[in-house]
């Protein structure tokens, strides 16, 4: 089995180990008929029986969960372990001819669990592949949201950010409310969990408003450059960010149509 993308040195290692196991879980036991050579195609698992094992003797498999590419199979490799509807649809694509040798599947667990030794070689290759696929999957894994500058506390009527100030963070309330000022006046507030201080951030302008504390506040700060980051990559930020948006402008429609109204009263 091989990764996508670029794997540390002791992936490779293992990854040469473990494809020599399968063979040797396998010796001594025989095929259950002659080998098959199977064309081009999208799905092979659809075109093989079930409830039997396959040793790739030649060509590539790709390996693809919900469509999405995995890794790659090929000579050596075990294929039919993955069976199950409870998991996720796994597709095999290949794109060249592979020759596969087929095992009964109950006569190769059977055969494995028969010897200690068997038994052994067949949990390092287990705890092989799930090893490999962990790392893949703590390479892959898009950032947490993790603030290096952590929380901090503000009692009522403490500045959180001030009108006119030069963006470097992005907020989220986590406990209490806070209003929203310009020019001296309130226009609008900011809720528990809410997102607040992105926009100055992505135009890269300084503060448009002053947010201050309706009442005590806890707050979790994150840096722009690790928000951006979040919000490129995380739709629920992203998300997140278009509902308050949204929320003030109507806000602000409403203190707007408040203000004609008093002007023509």
Do not use: W
């Amino acid at each position: 089995m091989y990764l996508l993308g670029e794997q540390p040195a002791y992936a490779d290692q293992l990854i040469q180990r473990l494809q020599g196991i399968p063979a040797q879980l396998l010796e001594g036991l025989a095929p259950a008929g002659p080998a098959l050579e199977c064309r081009r195609t999208d799905d092979l698992g659809a075109e093989l029986p079930e409830q039997q094992l396959y040793l790739i003797e030649s060509g590539l498999l790709h390996v693809l969960i919900d469509d999405k590419p995995l890794c790659y199979l090929h000579e050596g490799d075990l294929l039919g372990l993955y069976q199950g509807r409870e998991l996720p649809p796994c597709r095999y694509r290949s794109d060249e001819p592979v020759l596969l040798v087929p095992y009964s599947r109950s006569a190769a667990l059977s055969h494995i669990h028969a010897a200690p030794e068997r038994q052994e070689l067949f949990v390092q290759y287990l705890a092989g592949q799930t090893a490999l696929l962990s790392d893949a999957l703590a390479r892959f894994r898009q950032p947490e949201l993790r603030p290096t500058t952590g929380f901090q506390h503000f009692a009522a009527g403490e500045e959180l950010i001030r009108q006119g100030d030069e963006a470097d963070n992005v907020f989220i309330i986590i406990e209490g409310r806070a209003d929203a000022i310009v020019d001296g006046h309130k226009v609008g507030d900011v809720q528990k969990d809410e997102i607040f201080g992105a926009m100055a951030v992505f135009t890269q302008e300084k503060r448009s408003a002053s947010v201050i504390a309706s009442e005590p506040c806890t707050v979790m700060v994150i840096p722009k450059e690790q928000f951006i980051g979040l919000a490129q990559s995380n739709p629920r930020i992203a998300h997140s960010l278009i509902e308050s948006m949204a929320r003030r402008i109507d806000l602000l429609n409403k203190e707007l149509t408040q203000l004609r109204f008093a002007t023509v009263a």
